[in-house]
């Protein structure tokens, strides 16, 4: 018997999307004022991504500079020229891998990873697959989601910048920060004498990563003692290249990771454009970095975690409903170490 012409199939019912909790933005500005909770998709993975369950996710100072759109260069490298192009903020992580796209075949379900993904700022994530490696085993989550990018910058800066040798005498400058304290750290499993600039109330802290000696900026300066150093690694402040070179050897080699200035075209940027040409004329390499985000020197970052030479300093955590007042914390300067938020 045919069907009666008068009675009609129920119509598909849509395959239900999957949502998550994120932490959205619609316009550029401060945390406060444009970072909100909501419930969204959850985002979709290309054939070279993976998709990431997040347990922990760090605020770098990149976080605040794409969320205010400052300086406006940001803007003009593809994030957004009035508005972010994407809602959800945050790129360091520390998760479990929920899926991976059909080209990944170095990480599965349920590996526990850490790395540089996009938008973690929410309870999912995505990742290149070749911008994240095996968590270290010996720290939290938290701990992880604060290394990727903070520590990848001052590997590569005292590595391959300075390429740092046994014995010789490294000054970093913000070694109270996010890359200072790892930088610290690392140049002592480098086998340096590692000096860190900070204020009084972080001087404990940065004895605590077993800096050497301690400047503290609100009493002395770096050149007050006429000690010359083979490498400079400046994460915080905005002094002249002048003066800087003033605590640096005739050969040492200065490398530029940070500088603030709140200027909204520059924003401090127009040291290390003019470093590059400077050293054409001097005996001093004086360079910016550029950090390279790759999960070969996430390895290496794990190896020197594990074997106990470096481990992440996390000031405090904020569970992800409280991220706007994270990156807050942050922004203020208040930091010892890292700010997380856990999901």
Known sequence: MGIDQNIRAAPERPAQVATMTAVVQDEYGEAKDVLSIAEIDRPRIGDDEVLLRVHAAGVDRGVWHIMA???YPIRLAGYGFRAPKTRV?????????????????????GD????????????????KHDKIAPKPGNITFAQAAA???????????????????????????????????????????????????????????????????????TREDITSHGQRYDVILDAGG????????????????LVIVGSETGGRWLGGFDRSLRAPLLSRVTGQTLTALVNSENARDLVA???????????????????????????????????????????
């Open 112 to 127: 526990e990873v850490y790395g540089i993904g996009e938008g973690t700022f929410a309870e999912y994530a995505t990742a």
């Open 69 to 71: 759109g400052l300086p």
């Open 301 to 343: 970052l794990t190896e020197l975690i594990d074997s106990g030479k470096v481990t992440p300093a996390v000031d405090r955590t904020y569970p992800l409903s409280e991220t706007a007042a994270a990156v807050q914390h942050m922004v203020e300067g208040r930091a010892r170490g890292k700010i997380v938020v856990t999901v």
């Open 89 to 109: 903020r945050g790129r360091e992580v520390a998760g479990l891998v929920e899926a991976v796209g059909a080209g990944v075949t170095s990480v599965a379900p």
């Open 147 to 217: 290394a990727p990018i903070s520590a990848l910058t001052a590997l590569q800066g005292l590595r391959d910048s300075a390429q740092v040798r046994p014995g010789q005498k490294v000054l970093v400058i913000g070694a109270s920060g996010g890359v200072g304290t790892f930088a610290v750290q690392i140049a002592k499993a480098f086998g340096a004498e590692a000096t860190g600039v900070c204020g009084t109330t972080k001087i404990d802290l940065v004895r605590s990563l077993g800096a050497d000696y301690v400047i503290d900026y």
């Open 238 to 253: 905005h002094r002249s290249l002048t003066h800087l070179r003033r605590a640096l050897a005739p050969r040492g080699t």
